[in-house]
């Protein structure tokens, strides 16, 4: 199994930037990709970004392209999520999660993501 832990979540103004990272541990020789999902209080947990854990691919929702970046250290086993210009949309409970199988590699969808992180609250400030 894979273990994942985010931090890096606070509390930041409008327009400011935040970073997360989140750290895997256990069989992450498992690991094909891994993603960044978000959750607002009253709404279902949404797509934000995926990288390709061998390749670097990227994708990111239409609603932070531009602003957030995600990259990945191989080495460490460490997913960062770096997120710039935030909007009071933005606040949310934001999940790391990781694909464990050679298939849909970078998804956007959750349900094709196998491990979880336990989140971290961003909220930003207007």
């Known amino acids: 199994q894979v273990q994942l832990v985010e931090s890096g979540g606070g509390l930041v103004q409008a327009g400011g930037s935040l970073a997360l990272s989140c750290a895997a541990s256990?069989?992450?020789?498992?690991?094909?990709?891994m993603g960044w999902f978000r959750q607002a209080p009253g709404k279902e947990r949404e797509f934000v970004a995926t990288?390709?854990?061998?390749?670097?691919?990227?994708f990111y929702a239409d609603s932070v392209k531009g602003r957030f970046t995600i990259s990945r250290d191989n080495v460490k086993n460490t997913v960062f999520l770096q997120m710039n210009s935030l909007k009071s949309e933005d606040t949310a409970i934001y999940y790391c999660?990781?694909?464990?199988?050679?298939?849909?590699?970078?998804?956007?969808?959750?349900?094709?993501?196998?491990?979880w992180g336990p989140g971290t609250q961003v909220t930003v400030s207007s």
């Open positions: 256990g069989r992450t020789f498992s690991i094909y990709a």
């Open positions: 999660a990781a694909q464990g199988k050679p298939s849909y590699i970078g998804s956007r969808i959750s349900s094709r993501y196998d491990y």
């Open positions: 990288i390709s854990w061998s390749g670097g691919r990227t």
